[in-house]
């Protein structure tokens, strides 16, 4: 770059005096300015000390701003249950005064309906009475201050805001990573790969797409030559066009798009790159774009893989997009979750993909070779049995109870740990999630109950009361009360509100394993060891019915969401439904072969999920009480399982130390009718049991767009299709999500046609892939001209 003060000369030091004036300058302003020659140095000088300030001081780490992170975030913590404080005690005081005037209201309404001697009351209630004939003025006063306390504290919050935010405005004042770098009239060549991914963040995504559609559509195989030639225009978008080319540019010259970021030596640069951008979106997006690029333009192959590597190590949601033609080489993808997506045409070259989830994908003629999978147990101390689990009410959030005595919080999204509860100091046999999602309940076998904040994630109470350990934990429809029961027989109900026994119900003669109440609020259901289970008038607090059918030690009592029904699980093998009104039994339900540890009805009442000792989990449909499928990937004992509040995911945990998220809603899924060649075999057509019709390139693999031309002209090669060509219907429910430290391939329900899928020794792979639920289409399919 030439100076502006002497345009015949190329800028090549740096001035670091403490002025405003101009820094980059060349020889000849150098001589201009003697006085400060001692203050003027040479880039790349600069540059190298500056790295080794930067990498000396790590500002990241450093521990001084760490401590100081700690402290803030005590601050931050204190000031939250101050505020929190002060709101119940305003709560608390408009309240009194209103409930002050309603019982005085109360009062005087009282003593007028029972005719009292209007003569004997005192002269201060003779006067209370005509101020209210009047028109209650005392009433009307209150209300009155009322009003001007909430005008008051209103007109202070908004105060208190607009100096707060006024404030952290001139004392913060740092410059957004979000500003829109891409307008600066020329692109500065950066050396590091941060300082990229930092200028891509005034980039949105639609310019991605854009290039990636354009470079598909001209065929294009160099793209940094075709998009410089292209962006001649100087509207907005061919503007961004011209950075992210500049950015292309630039990366293609730098390590990242030249070694493997998945090896040891770079792991404390990936750490760092995970460290800054884990949480960017608009970084999340150039990385996928630079995945797409793989599949157009192999100078781009090595950034691509190392972006992938990236995005599966920071745990982006990566199910149900379409990577077709992507080449990945050299990497890791360890624990990839690509759950219903579209691989076809992919080249993956020695990836390690263990862990891989590849349930419900497309794999249509794939080039996978030189593979690496290890099936190994992570040796991690945590490692432990999951007892129970419940999702918050908007589904976003998973929570586990296990042996290791502690509560993980996950993200149902990504399968990542957002928190670790720790309270209890023995096995953590249940947990419950509020239905207004403010608090959560553990119940544990150190005798007691935790509630938490779940928000803020902080212990809140942690109550005593129960002489053996507590097996599970229930809240109220209301969320004002929690029950509880025990292996010390008893249920006991307690104040969410203010941690307080409220009551204790004495019948069973057996541990007490599962509690739930009725959507109503009126009845609680219980279920022992006893074999029996008792209904539980909750206002008299008095036993309403047993029913002892079962003849074995019981699990799991669930009402049904319209209270009509009640399903429990026992060791007897079975789960029976029964009539709530009558206590008569509606159904009995077979399909395990040892007992049944937990039943639980979907969110709109119409599946009913079961899960046992014998491993599995069979889902049922209600209104028939048929069996729809049975599922049987967990390799332990289920302990526990629950449906997301829009009843599309099942969770399930297990004793094997892994939970799973299932896919069971069978709108969203590949269930595939027939499957047969054209009469040329150039076109696979593939029926839906939903009557959609998709057509693939069986060469390359590649998914026909129904827009093309010659979309319509395809389909008439298939007219004689004979109705004998029938395809196994794939199964709709499949794992979406697995939690685990054991390294396991999934592949159930995975689609695959013709392709090359070998490890590193060149042993072919597809018995693994089918042994793991993987479907291949050519052993089903029939040509046409052999009919």
């Known amino acids: 770059m030439r100076c502006t003060q002497h345009p015949l000369n190329q800028i090549s030091q740096i001035c670091i005096a403490p002025h405003k004036c101009k820094r980059k300058v060349c020889v000849q302003c150098t001589l201009v300015n003697e006085g400060e020659l001692h203050q003027i140095m040479n880039l790349d000088e600069f540059r190298g000390l500056l790295l080794q300030k930067l990498l000396k001081d790590k500002y990241h780490q450093n521990s001084e701003l760490i401590v100081g992170q700690q402290d803030l975030k005590i601050l931050l913590t204190q000031t939250e249950n101050m505020l929190k404080k002060i709101w119940e005690q305003l709560k608390e005081s408009f309240n009194s005064i209103y409930n002050l005037i309603e019982r005085q209201t109360n009062y005087y309404l009282t003593k007028v309906k029972e005719n009292i001697n209007l003569a004997a009351m005192s002269e201060t209630d003779l006067d209370k009475l005509v101020k209210i004939y009047k028109g209650n003025e005392e009433k009307n006063s209150y209300l009155t201050k009322l009003e001007m306390i909430k005008k008051w504290w209103g007109n202070e919050i908004r105060t208190f805001n607009e100096k707060l935010k006024k404030e952290l405005q001139d004392r913060f004042q740092t410059p957004s990573l979000q500003l829109e770098i891409w307008q600066e009239a020329s692109y500065q060549r950066k050396e590091n790969l941060c300082q990229i991914l930092v200028s891509v963040m005034g980039i949105d995504e639609q310019i991605y797409v854009m290039i990636i559609g354009m470079l598909k559509k001209q065929k294009i195989t160099n793209s940094l030559t075709f998009l410089s030639d292209s962006c001649n225009n100087t509207n907005q978008e061919q503007q961004k066009i011209k950075f992210i080319t500049n950015v292309l540019n630039n990366i293609q010259e730098l390590d990242f798009n030249k070694k493997h970021y998945s090896i040891k030596e770079y792991i404390d640069i990936r750490d760092e790159i995970i460290f800054n951008v884990s949480n960017e979106v608009k970084i999340i997006n150039f990385f996928k774009f630079l995945v797409h690029l793989t599949a157009i333009d192999n100078q781009f192959i090595k950034c691509g893989s190392n972006s992938l590597h990236l995005l599966v190590e920071m745990k982006v949601d990566l199910r149900e ?23 076809s045409g992919s080249q993956f070259n020695n990836v390690d993909i263990s862990g891989m989830i590849i349930n419900g994908a497309y794999l249509f003629n794939c080039k996978w070779n030189n593979l690496t999978i290890q099936e190994f147990q992570n040796k991690n101390e945590n490692t432990s049995f999951i007892y129970s689990l419940s999702f918050s009410p908007d589904g976003a959030t998973l929570a586990s109870g296990s042996q290791d ?100 119900l004495d019948g069973h003669i057996g541990y007490v394993y599962s509690v739930d109440f009725s959507p109503d609020g009126t009845t609680l259901a219980s279920c022992s060891y006893d074999n029996s289970i008792r209904l539980w008038d909750l206002k008299t607090r008095r036993q309403q019915t047993i029913l002892d059918v079962h003849g074995a030690r019981l699990n799991s009592v669930c009402f049904s969401p319209d209270g009509s029904t009640l399903a429990s699980g026992s060791d007897d093998n079975s789960i029976r439904l029964w009539d709530f009104k009558t206590g008569q039994l509606k159904a009995k339900l077979d399909s395990h072969t040892y007992g049944v540890t937990t039943a639980c009805y979907s969110s709109d009442g119409t599946t009913l999920a079961s899960s046992s000792y014998d491993n599995t989990i069979s889902l049922w449909d209600v209104k028939t009480r048929k069996l729809k499928v049975i599922l049987d990937a967990h390799t332990q004992s289920v302990n526990s399982v629950c449906f997301s509040p829009d009843g599309s995911t099942l969770a399930s945990g297990s004793c ?59 389909i008439a090669l298939f007219q004689n299709e004979t109705q004998n060509n029938q395809f196994s219907q794939v199964s709709p429910f499949y794992t979406t999500q697995l939690i685990a430290q054991l390294l396991h391939l999934e592949a159930t329900s995975a689609l695959i046609f013709k392709g090359e899928f070998t490890d590193h020794q060149g042993n072919d792979l597809r018995n693994l892939f089918l042994e793991r639920g993987g479907k291949f289409l050519e052993s089903q399919i029939k040509f046409q001209s052999e009919y």
């Open 321 to 343: 997009q379409n990577f077709e033609n992507i080449k990945i080489n050299d990497t890791s993808l360890i624990g990839a979750n690509f759950a219903k997506c579209n691989l």
């Open 405 to 504: 005595k502690f509560i993980c919080l996950w993200d149902v999204k990504t399968g990542q740990q957002k928190a670790k509860l720790d309270g209890h100091t023995s096995y953590v046999n249940s947990v419950r999630i509020s239905h207004n999602g403010s608090t959560l309940a553990s119940g544990s076998d150190d005798k007691s109950i935790c509630l938490w904040d779940f928000q803020t994630e902080k212990q809140i109470a942690q109550l005593f009361g129960h002489s053996y350990g507590v097996t599970t934990v229930c809240y109220s429809p209301d969320d004002n009360q929690l029950a509880s029961g025990s292996v010390d027989n008893s249920i006991r109900f307690w104040d969410t509100r203010t941690g307080e026994q409220q009551a204790q």
């Open 656 to 714: 094997d130390s892994s939970i799973r998220l299932w896919n069971v809603n069978g709108q969203n899924c590949n269930q595939v009718r027939s499957v047969c060649y054209s009469l040329d075999g150039k076109t696979v057509k593939m029926s839906g049991v939903d009557n959609s019709i998709s057509l693939w390139d069986s060469l390359t693999g590649r998914l026909i767009d129904p827009s093309e031309k010659s979309y319509t002209d395809i």
